[in-house]
């Protein structure tokens, strides 16, 4: 019997595969391509992914060790997946390894044995005389106990993790089960069939032309790829076109996979699949623990979840008969994995739909310049919806020019009188500030002496209710001093605005209304979240202080006012992305607010109103504000005409960093352009010195080849280890 190798992929920042010798009592059955195996790394015993199962031994063979074992469960991954995750790892030139580590589930990476009880789900029971009784009482006195119900009724069968992501509570559904309306039952999992009773034919609509021919353009061909851009404002009916486009490829048995920007802020647009299809729904995102992850993770391979919806990483659930993806908001930045493995959800989508030969539909009122341009050019089909379906009016965007007014806590005297007038007209108004905390730093009233995180040189940020500085770069904290370290004196007051604070004065200003403020502090607690925007929406609370957080997805009816208090700092970044996120954000808030009988209104304060840029969004809409920026983008030859790639380098020492990328760029790259080495835009940061290389080129390819060139430069360069570095592909922050 020949010795057998195989190749494994090990969670280990390396870029290269590992080969083992299966020892002859573990090689029956055969080792697959997928399977899980344990394995000796070092002093350790990890799990690997086998990548190849008959391996060639290029090495010594006496110095090959033996897998130590192999897990024999039913977790592994298929060819197609492993074929997608090394696609993954070649794009973005990511350790293999690494890859996939992030793409398992947690329990998955472990060596120990899984234990996962059976999914359940909560059914409502058959209706009695008692029960007619109860719920018409529930109707008038318990709505949210009545709406649970209602769900539940209308689905064959419901998970509590979709429960508790559509905002209902553990309360609510006890209430309900010692009542008798409902119970929990063991799931009946079926194997990629649902064509049977799928459709909840009641709330289905009749679709406008445009809508139409979008769902035909895509279901004509289901077995082919394809990518479509839907651009259409808030309230124009993309999901509809989602909804419809999905029917066919459920009836065929084929899965779909939805991925969204953050599901506790879309809690509405969930409802509406899970209302739509009675089908078994997975769900995926942060709020889940590892059992669930895991479980979501198994019914999209087994094929009992017939639609996985999720966030970026779901990208990577192993669905078997997957034949249509989804992404909303296409242009959102969550898309993007910020840290280590910095992928983006939409474009790895986009690789897997072309791998599977499957469509791809991309939906967003603000599409991201770099879809804009690839619809515009052809590359993909472009769908405009022009109307807004439904009733709803477009909101109108106004400019203030602060310059020009008195202004009192960030608030111009415009704005106050409006938020008085729209409160007294019973309606609610939605501030935006895009600075969580207190105010962005604090300093000394005589002496000048400003609160610095040392690791960072930025000013700390006070958080009045904490009592605490915080630096919201790095993270740490210290007490607020009595008095000031440099001079003594006392007098150490606030700088500049944050949330809290704003939320504090409207407090003393608007003493009749209740306010509330939705940002990242005041969320963190699980479940918070949800309950903070039911409140909004059961109108308990008539101001609304929020950050970048609240121009995602939520919808609020009765806001009719949604004022930006600051975008003065986007219209002059050094970052050529800036003004494109600026004016999606803006368009964005003003799809949140108002509905057909009452239009939103959006007010924007400026310093700058005369800036072209704010000019052309405000008159001439975001279509035309973005033909305008790509055509310079076009001139300066930046993304998307052209194709980057970021090096970062850290170090411990100002001049490392610097010394490492300036190597590098002494060897010139075939077809790429250097820019750079230059310091980040925060130099330093948790006390490391910071600087960027950009790799820039005018074909993916050349860039792709030019990054495989400096990768094996990086050996050879003397600052090597004395730096960290990191790369990243399509960036976007600089
Ligand atoms: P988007 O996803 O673009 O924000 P939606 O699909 O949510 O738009 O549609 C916005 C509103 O219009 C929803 O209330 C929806 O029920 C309604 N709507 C969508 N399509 C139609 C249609 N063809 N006929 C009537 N109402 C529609
Ligand atoms: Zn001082
Ligand atoms: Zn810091």
């Known amino acids: 019997m020949p010795e ?60 090959i060790k033996s897998i130590a074992g192999r897990l024999n469960d039913n977790f592994n991954l298929s060819q197609s997946l492993v074929s997608f995750l090394q696609l993954c790892a070649h794009y973005y030139h990511h350790p293999v390894g690494d890859v996939f580590q992030q793409a398992l589930p947690i329990l998955l990476r472990k060596i120990e044995n899984i234990t996962l009880s059976p999914p359940m789900v909560w059914q409502a029971q058959s209706p009695t005389e008692d029960s007619a009784d109860m719920l018409a009482k529930l109707a008038t006195k318990a709505a949210k106990q009545y709406a649970l119900y209602q769900i539940i009724n209308s689905r064959n069968g419901i ?28 799931q ?24 139409a021919i979008i769902v035909s353009a895509i279901n004509n061909a289901l077995s082919s790829f394809s990518c479509h851009l839907i651009d259409g404002v808030t309230g124009s009916g993309k999901t509809e076109v989602y909804l419809q ?39 995926h995102h942060s709020g889940l623990n590892d059992k669930e992850r895991l479980a979501t993770w198994l019914s999209a391979q ?83 919806l022009h109307n807004r379906a439904g ?63 040392q690791r960072c040189d930025k000013s700390y940020t006070l958080h009045q209710k904490q009592q605490l500085l915080i630096c919201h770069h790095c993270g740490s904290q210290r007490r607020i001093p009595p008095q000031c370290p440099h001079c003594g004196s006392v007098r150490i007051a606030p700088l500049g605005q944050g949330t809290e ?71 002059f970044s050094f970052d050529f992305r800036a003004s494109e996120q600026m004016a999606q954000l803006l368009i964005q808030v003003a799809g949140r607010a108002g509905r057909a009988s009452k239009p939103g209104r959006v007010l924007v304060q400026s310093n700058y109103v005369d800036h072209p840029l704010l000019q052309d969004l405000v008159h001439n809409g975001y279509h035309h504000f973005a033909h305008q920026a790509l055509s310079e983008r076009k001139q300066a030859r930046l993304p ?56 820039q080129a005018k074909s993916r390819k050349a860039l792709h080849h030019g990054i495989l060139q400096l990768l094996a430069q990086i050996p050879n360069n003397e600052w090597q280890g004395k730096i960290r570095w990191s790369l990243d592909i399509d960036p976007i922050d600089l």
């Open 640 to 695: 998307p005409f052209t194709f980057q790639a970021l090096l970062r380098a850290d170090a411990n020492y100002p001049s490392y960093p610097e010394k490492f990328l300036r190597a590098l760029t002494q060897h010139p790259i075939e077809n790429c352009e250097f820019a750079g080495p230059v310091p980040a835009a925060m130099e330093k940061k948790a006390g490391k010195f910071r600087y960027h290389l950009i790799i």
């Open 245 to 283: 486009a999905m029917e066919e490829v459920l009836a065929n048995n084929k899965q779909v996979l939805v991925i969204v920007p953050e599901i506790g802020l879309t809690p509405q647009t969930l409802s509406r699949f899970e209302q739509r299809f009675n089908v078994p729904i997975a769900l």
């Open 302 to 384: 087994q094929g009992s979840a017939a639609i996985v919806i999720g966030t970026r990483s779901a990208i990577f659930t192993p669905l078997h008969h997957l034949g249509l993806i989804i992404i909303d908001e296409e242009h959102d930045s969550s898309l993007k994995q910020q840290d280590s493995f910095r992928y983006h959800g939409r474009d790895m989508a986009i690789l897997r739909a072309r791998q599977l030969n499957i469509p791809i539909v991309l939906g967003s009122a603000t599409p991201s310049f770099e879809s804009l341009q690839n619809a515009l050019s052809g590359k993909y089909s472009y769908h405009q």
């Open 391 to 453: 009733k709803s009016i477009k909101a109108k965007i106004a400019l203030i020019d602060m310059n020009q007014q008195q202004v009192e806590f960030g608030l111009s005297g415009t704005l106050k009188h409006e938020i008085k007038q729209t409160l007294a007209r019973g309606e609610q108004v939605l501030l935006f500030l895009n600075r969580r905390g207190y105010a962005p730093a604090i300093n000394c009233q005589e002496c000048h002496w400003l609160a610095q995180c």
């Open 501 to 571: 604070q704003l939320e504090s004065r409207l407090e003393d200003l608007f003493p009749e209304s209740s306010i509330v403020r939705i940002d990242r502090d005041s969320t963190r607690k699980k479940g918070e979240l949800a309950k903070l925007l039911q409140e909004v929406t059961d109108k308990k609370h008539q101001l609304l202080v929020g950050t970048q957080m609240l121009a995602k997805g939520h919808h609020f009816p009765d806001v009719t006012l949604v004022a930006v208090l600051d975008v003065d700092g986007a219209l």
């Open 4 to 63: 057998q190798y195989i190749q494994v992929a090990i969670p280990v920042p390396m870029r290269q595969l590992f080969t083992y010798q299966v020892p002859e009592p573990l090689s029956h059955p055969s080792i697959k391509v997928g399977e899980r195996v344990a394995v000796p790394f070092g002093s350790r015993k990890v799990i690997g992914i086998v990548i190849d199962a008959q391996a060639p031994c290029n090495f010594e063979r006496s110095k």
């Open 159 to 186: 998970s509590w993790v979709e429960l508790r992501t559509l905002g209902y509570s553990k309360a609510q559904l006890n209430a309900l089960h010692s009542k008798a309306l409902i119970s929990e039952e063991e």
């Open 188 to 211: 009946i999992v079926s194997q990629f069939t649902w064509q049977e009773h799928t459709l909840n034919e009641a709330d289905k609509l009749v679709l406008s032309s445009e809508q």
